[in-house]
């Protein structure tokens, strides 16, 4: 089990309160403003570490955004007009033009995080379970079996509010084209094979490209290393393909009628063959 002093170092990291980013964050303002976007449950604490190991980068005091917290904030605009060299704002934000435009005018780095939307599901049950104040943690666990949580999710349930798995996803594909930078979670967890190693290395060194940072590959190399930590609040195991264990062909079948393309859509499948 991770250890407190662990975790209350990782945070002292991630919020930029260290010694080493707080001298950085007096002395240079050189650093990119970054927004992540994700879908929730798709690793978006995965991406938060790999940018937070950087001793240039953090996050602000600011929850993860969402669709219904963002006015706290004072909307997008506000938040963008506070953000500070080195800052990296997370959410879970629906695309829109005017976020899109938001973005340009501002000069900020946006990193789109996507997943397999099958696995997406799949976390989405475990996570609801876990979490007991989770508005749907109720009507989730009325469902009688495994299965049938993953049908609840899937179909959604309009008496609960709840809608179809896949729309929900299908508010975040305007982000697949746009400037934003899409970066596939599978893509860094999957490290086990020396190819998969090579894909991992060759995704980080994109992402810190694209934000215009340079780094030195013992830098890439001691984050390969520290990427995966049980600190994040809603660790569980990254997996990938997790989907196959639960997915039965009924439920294939259903994911497929309910919005389905949405794999096609995020690119994880060539057809609805599968």
């Not at 033009?97 to 340009?104: D, K, P, T």
């Not at 997406?120 to 996570?127: A, Q, R």
């Not at 929900?168 to 930078?181: A, H, K, R, V």
Request: charged share 25%.
């Amino acid at each position: 089990m991770m250890s407190k002093i662990e975790k209350y170092w990782w945070d002292l990291e991630r919020f930029g309160l260290t010694p080493q980013k707080m001298l950085y964050r007096l002395t240079s303002q050189d650093a990119p403003k970054i927004l992540c976007i994700s879908v929730p449950k798709a690793g978006t604490h995965w991406l938060e570490r790999v940018l937070c190991l950087h001793p240039h980068l953090y996050r602000p005091f600011v929850r993860t955004l969402n669709p219904d917290n963002i006015s706290q904030y004072g909307g997008l605009t506000a938040l963008f007009q506070r953000q500070r060299a080195g800052q990296i704002l997370v959410s879970h934000l629906y695309f829109s033009e005017e976020s899109r435009n938001l973005i340009a005018r501002n000069g900020v780095k946006c990193l789109f995080l996507i997943r397999d939307p099958r696995d997406i599901l799949v976390s989405n049950v475990f996570y609801i379970e876990k979490i007991h104040n989770h508005h749907l943690h109720g009507p989730l666990s009325k469902q009688p079996t495994f299965k049938e949580k993953l049908r609840f999710l899937i179909e959604g349930d309009s008496a609960c509010g709840v809608p179809p798995f896949c729309e929900i996803l299908e508010y975040f594909t305007g982000w697949l084209n746009t400037d934003c930078m899409t970066v596939r979670f599978e893509d860094l967890v999957q490290a086990f094979s020396e190819t998969q190693k090579q894909t991992q290395l060759t995704t980080l060194k994109g992402i810190y490209h694209y934000l215009g940072i340079n780094t030195s590959e013992n830098w890439f190399s001691e984050l390969s290393q520290r990427m995966i930590s049980k600190a994040s609040p809603t660790y569980r195991k990254g997996k990938t393909q997790e989907w196959k264990q639960y997915l039965d062909d009924d439920l294939k079948e259903l994911f497929k009628v309910n919005g389905g393309e949405i794999v096609i859509k995020y690119g994880f499948e060539k057809d609805s063959d599968w």
